[in-house]
């Protein structure tokens, strides 16, 4: 009773508001407003980039959500992430298709450059966050971050063509030295043409691994 009226108290005071939209929430327990939630939506059309067996996306990027991912990466909002990664349980059974048992989930790494203006890697983040999830759902996966690198700083791909991208992307990750699975899960967040997965996914066939899957947060269908 003390709580609820606390809780209550704590709504008044500092009312909670949306993840995307920003508008005020009727109630202290819920995320997103009616609107915003209706509009994040599974991405369900993912075409599996260049030499990656399986791959899948949880999100379609577009409203709520790329709203949600902005406020993530660029100003590090902790109730935007907060919101996309609370939605990543009732996704688990579709993303399990592209993550075996005992995969080794490997997210892929930002610029080091990127990473020191920002602080903080959202790529990272989520794949630590579905790693611990599927822990916590008894699906044993590895979770590497110190296998692949970035042996050059690319520049920003926005305007370029998916081949274009892979030009730009040529030679431009490496994977350490001694590493082998069985099955490598890659990661990342925004995925538009599939350029930067199929040149991880190359670098780690040509380091021997012969299955690679992929799982995003987000598909966008902009070419
Ligand atoms: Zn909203």
Redesign the pocket.
């Known amino acids: 009773m003390f709580i609820e009226t606390l809780n209550a108290l704590k709504h008044v005071l500092w009312p909670t508001r949306?993840a995307?939209?920003d508008?005020l929430l009727p109630e202290p327990d819920v995320l997103?407003?009616e609107?915003?939630s209706d509009a994040v939506q599974p991405a369900a059309d993912f075409v599996c980039p260049d030499n990656i067996e399986r791959a899948c996306a949880v999100f379609r990027y577009e409203g709520?959500v790329q709203q949600m991912i902005a406020k993530w990466k660029y100003h590090e909002d902790y109730g935007a992430r907060h919101a996309l990664l609370a939605c990543l349980p009732a996704q688990l059974e579709r993303l399990r298709e592209c993550i075996p048992q005992n995969a080794c989930i490997i997210p892929v790494p930002p610029h080091p450059k990127r990473l020191r203006e920002r602080g903080f890697d959202p790529v990272w983040q989520f794949a630590n966050e579905l790693h611990k999830l599927l822990k916590r759902n008894d699906i044993p996966t590895d979770f590497r971050d110190d296998v692949l690198s970035r042996t050059r700083h690319t520049p920003h791909q926005a305007s370029l063509s998916h081949d274009e991208r892979m030009h730009n992307l040529d030679g431009a990750f490496h994977v350490a030295d001694g590493f082998t699975a069985d099955h490598v899960v890659l990661i990342d967040d925004v995925v538009t043409t599939g350029a930067t997965a199929a040149t991880c996914a190359l670098a780690l066939k040509n380091a021997g691994i012969r299955h690679i899957s992929f799982v995003a947060l987000a598909y966008t269908a902009k070419s």
């Open positions: 949306c995307a939209c508008v997103l407003c609107d915003c709520a």
